[in-house]
C-alpha cells in the first residue's frame, strides 16, 4: 500500500508560481513511477506530469511543457511539481498519484495506469 498526501496548493496571480509537494509513505515509493494529473470543475482529470522511478525521466502535457517542472526525493518519499508562469487556465484540484512496479516502461498518461492516489490540492489562478 502507498499512501499519498498533497500540499502547497493555493491563491496566485496569472504569471505567478507554486510548488506541489507529494509526501508518499511505504517502502516501494523509490521503485514507483509518479504521476500529478489535475481535474477542473467539469472536466475530465488529465495528466500534468510524470516521473519515473530513478527520477531519470520525465513526461510533461503540451499544456505545461516549459513552464512546470517534476522532481523526486526518494530519500524523503517526496515527488514535487514546481509551476511557473502559472495561467488561470491551471485552475484545477491537482492530484498526486503512484503506480508501483513500472520498472523500465515509459511513464503513462492514464490514471488507470495509477493505482494510488492522494486527496488532492487546490490551485486557483486569478486573472
Known amino acids: 500500500q502507498v499512501q499519498l498526501v498533497e500540499s502547497g496548493g493555493g491563491l496566485v496571480q496569472a504569471g505567478g508560481s507554486l510548488r506541489l509537494s507529494c509526501a508518499a509513505s511505504g517502502r516501494t515509493f523509490s521503485m514507483s513511477h509518479m504521476g500529478w494529473f489535475r481535474q477542473a470543475a467539469g472536466k475530465e482529470r488529465e495528466f500534468v506530469a510524470g516521473i519515473r522511478y530513478s527520477g531519470g525521466s520525465t513526461s510533461f502535457a503540451d499544456s505545461v511543457k516549459g513552464r512546470f517542472t517534476i522532481s523526486r526525493d526518494n530519500a524523503k518519499n517526496t515527488v514535487y511539481l514546481q509551476m511557473n508562469n502559472l495561467k488561470p487556465e491551471d485552475t484545477a484540484v491537482y492530484y498526486c498519484?503512484?503506480?508501483?512496479?513500472?520498472?523500465?516502461?515509459?511513464?503513462?498518461?492514464?490514471?488507470?495506469?495509477?493505482?494510488?492516489w492522494g486527496q488532492g490540492t487546490q490551485v486557483t489562478v486569478s486573472s
Open positions: 498519484a503512484a503506480r508501483t512496479g513500472g520498472g523500465l516502461s515509459p511513464v503513462s498518461w492514464s490514471p488507470r495506469s495509477y493505482p494510488y
